[in-house]
């Protein structure tokens, strides 16, 4: 079997699910046994979203390997069990820093540097890597047909075509049908302008996957079939879900994955009960723990971002995978760090859990280390994230240690200070380094290092083993080295420590029902059939503190 490729495109708006849908697709053929490849081609010429605010753009999802990437990487890693790397990430930064080297070296041999054919030469070049190692290479297009960004990527997906033939390609484009509720009927008009913009550019689709509030009727498909010149049977409906795991069985029972297998030929009986088999033992049994947990919790995040939930979008999964590990639905309250003391008071007051994520800069951060102390004097579970970690440090050399000016060199260079810039540190057997004037994309300490758990203690207990690996994003470090003492006053006890024993990685409380705080990012590896154990057991903290609310009442103290 020759490797095959699927391009998905998105129509009429942004954020549709392209990512989600990318992502299901390849579960579902994951369900006949293939073995798919996710990769994402992103039109902004950013070289990576590193930078980007996650107020415009959402989270930065980070790869085992350090790579920052779109957080549609997050879907396809969850959804999928993939582990991605670099070289499934493209964006135009990436492409036009690659040209421009080669033509400064003179790779070029004096010609004009064109859009075609050098940058989608490039572009189909990354899209062909490592094609031989997979069944089906799935490429989402990122933004929406029409973007000027968007168009040489559109272009090199016409020529893949005509260069592999169409028997070895499907263009899926995901598109939009608004419901009036004036005239209580869905819009196609939207859908046909998009798949023609996308036919002027030489790209006819060959499934239009349409995402609905409402049912689509046959009259619709036909309508869009004529229009569109695509078999009815390629129109599928991708009705809106409350859960983004529901949507892979219901792409399915809407035909999707066999629509795919059909265009390339690929249907046999035998697949066809196996994927049947597959799905239900999965995604309908996840569907099952979803649907019906006996009990409900309410954790509450205490953040910056607060108002685009899609900059916290891996944390919120992981919270929800380790509620489903606990038969259990989670409720988030999202808390704006930013907000008076006796407001966040206020609404701290219900939570079963506290948890404080990572972040940058000063803003909020005052409202964070008040939901720390609040949880740490009230006994409620916490958990704290990166930036939660060194907060939580901070917090503790200032209310328990009695050192008033603890702070961290990211947002002062006075007072006592607990958490710095670290120039160097061990990596898998090599050294490391950054300096402060470095520049500020790709120079944090980034990708998988290696942690040792320190038994007898609360993170020995959760993870079970001695060792392990977690993913990080982060520039300071706790400055272990000058302040130990200090820490140890402060009832501090750092549980993991990098292999070198020099950066503190896993902070607890002894004297608490549930203090940790990790200065990676687990929510990168949680996914919803292997929750991650950091979140199976806040979470299982959090419903015991719950029951026990529920039965003796609650007394807080002030912040």
Same mark, same amino acid.
């Given at each position: 079997?020759?490797?095959?490729? @699927?391009?998905? +495109?998105? &129509?009429?708006?942004?954020? #549709?699910?392209?990512?989600? /849908?990318?992502?299901? =697709?390849?579960?579902? !053929? ?110 989402? @297009?990122?933004? +929406?047909? &029409?973007?000027?960004?968007? #168009?040489?990527?559109?272009? /090199?997906?016409?020529? =893949?075509?005509?260069? !592999? ?120 049994? #996840? ?273």
């Amino acid at each position: 079997m020759h490797s095959l490729f @699927i391009f998905i +495109t998105g &129509g009429i708006m942004s954020s #549709l699910g392209k990512g989600i /849908a990318s992502a299901s =697709i390849g579960a579902l !053929l994951q369900a006949r046994g293939y073995f798919v490849r996710m990769k994402k081609l992103d039109p902004y010429i950013n070289v990576d979203p590193g930078t980007m605010s996650p107020h415009k753009h959402g989270e930065v999802f980070v790869m085992e390997d350090g790579c920052e990437a779109d957080l549609d990487f997050g879907h396809y890693e969850r959804f999928t069990g993939l582990r991605c790397t670099a070289k499934d990430s493209l964006t135009t930064g990436k492409i036009y820093e690659k040209v421009l080297a080669q033509e400064r070296r003179g790779d070029y041999l004096g010609s004009d540097i064109q859009v075609i054919p050098h940058i989608t030469n490039e572009i189909k070049r990354f899209v062909m890597e490592g094609h031989e190692l997979a069944d089906f290479t799935i490429c989402e @297009i990122g933004g +929406t047909v &029409g973007d000027i960004e968007g #168009l040489p990527y559109i272009e /090199a997906i016409r020529q =893949i075509k005509i260069d !592999l033939g169409i028997s070895r390609v499907a263009c899926i484009h995901l598109t939009y049908l608004p419901y009036l509720k004036t005239s209580g009927e869905l819009k196609t008009k939207p859908t046909q302008h998009s798949v023609k913009l996308l036919q002027s550019m030489g790209v006819q689709p060959d499934i239009i996957l349409c995402r609905s509030e409402k049912d689509i009727s046959d009259e619709i498909k036909t309508k869009l079939s004529m229009f569109c010149n695509v078999k009815k049977k390629n129109v599928v409906e991708a009705l809106d879900m409350e859960n983004i795991y529901l949507i892979p069985n219901k792409y399915h029972l809407a035909g999707l994955d066999r629509q795919v297998c059909d265009h390339f030929d690929l249907l046999d009986p035998e697949l066809e009960t196996q994927a049947e088999k597959e799905i239900h033992e999965k995604w309908v049994a #996840l569907e099952h723990a979803i649907s019906v947990p006996s009990k409900t919790v309410r954790i509450t995040i205490v953040g910056k971002y607060t108002k685009l939930k899609d900059a916290y979008i891996s944390l919120s999964q992981a919270l929800n995978h380790g509620a489903i590990a606990n038969d259990a639905r989670v409720e988030i309250d999202w808390v704006d760090a930013k907000k008076n003391l006796q407001d966040l008071e206020n609404e701290l007051g219900s939570a079963a859990g506290i948890l404080v994520p990572g972040g940058f800069d000063s803003s909020g951060v005052e409202g964070k280390i008040a939901a720390i102390k609040f949880a740490r004097e009230n006994m409620i579970p916490f958990f704290g994230i990166c930036f939660g970690l060194q907060l939580a440090v901070i917090e503790a050399c200032r209310h328990v240690a009695g050192i008033a000016n603890a702070t961290s060199r990211e947002f002062s260079d006075e007072g006592e200070i607990v958490i710095d810039f670290m120039d160097s540190w061990e990596s898998n057997g090599l050294m490391e380094s950054r300096l402060p004037s470095d520049n500020k994309g790709g120079t944090m300490r980034l990708g998988s290092y290696r942690c040792k758990i320190i038994e007898n203690t609360l993170a020995h207990k959760i993870y079970g083993i001695t060792e392990i690996t977690e993913r990080h994003r982060h520039r300071f470090e706790v400055n272990i080295k000058k302040y130990r003492k200090l820490f140890e006053k402060a009832g501090l006890e750092f549980s993991g420590m990098s292999l070198d024993g020099l950066l503190p990685e896993i902070m607890e409380r002894r004297s608490h029902p549930f203090f940790l705080a990790t200065q990676a990012h687990p929510e990168f590896q949680s996914h919803p059939f292997a929750p991650h154990p950091l979140f199976k057991a806040f979470l299982k903290a959090a419903i015991q503190h719950s029951d026990t609310l529920a039965s003796l009442g609650t007394l807080t103290t002030s912040l």
